[in-house]
């Protein structure tokens, strides 16, 4: 393992930790008057979800500050820095303050921090695709200016039951989330170009919703490059668009994987978030 090279991403990465390359994750954290949830490897994800299901009261989150990025950075001499979507939250912007920082003390140091647009599982496939430039003995610099073009070809969409979370904590517009918290109205969008929420469609009961996102992931330009479903205590909604992508496309490659705390308060139970290759 190359230590001269490490990835850091902010804890919507859904990772606690990742093979291959020397990683740090820099926890967001999820504030409710009663607790303080820590989104590291320690967080016990399902028992937050129930917990904030009965919880009736005010509820946030906050993005890592500077300090906390520079702890996630730690001494190496060339970083890979991916944050949660500059649009939604404030973690791109303490990334890009604590490059500054870093750089000014060590300047034999580099950070490149890229703003993903987006979270979760499409930010893994842009530390998936950094790590196999790194395995290629690529230079730092020439992984910096091949991994923006790419981060052009991955797009996220998701469905959701609810925007409770998303709505009150000014992320979306009440307007927007309104479909979502009718019964039985499941709300399929995805992250925009600029990297904000889109609804393209909400359907009557979660098996159309299910349904359409293969076809939401073509209209966004899937022609069966790699699949990463994230969702939130929801594996046999999960399992629903593998089965009908894997139909269609047969050697695609296709991973679920259990949403961390961040994109689970967000997603909220039942959630789903699918990051792909176009
Ligand atoms: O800084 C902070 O406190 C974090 C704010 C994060 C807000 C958005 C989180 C979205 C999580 C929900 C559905 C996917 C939306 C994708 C839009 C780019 C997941």
Redesign the pocket.
Known sequence: MNTEIKIVADS?ADLTSFTGTDFASAP?KIITSQNEYVDDKNLDVEGMVNELIKYSGKS????PSPIDWLKAFGESKYIFCIT??S?????HNAACIAKVDYEEQHPDRKVFVIDS????PEMQLIIEKINSYIKENKSFEEICNLITPYTKKTA?I?M?ESMRN?AN?G?VSPITAKAAGLLGIRVV????DK???EVLEKSRGEKKALISILSCMKKAGFKGGKVKIGHCLNIDGAEKPKSLISEEFKNTLIEIYNCRG??S???EKG?L?VGFEC
Do not use: H, V, W
């Open positions: 919507s967001l946030s989150t906050a993005c949660i979507t649009a939604l939250s404030g973690s647009l987006s979270t979760g996220l998701f959701l998303l904590n992320r969008g995805k992250a925009s990297g904000q929420l961040l994109c308060f967000y997603a959630g978030l």
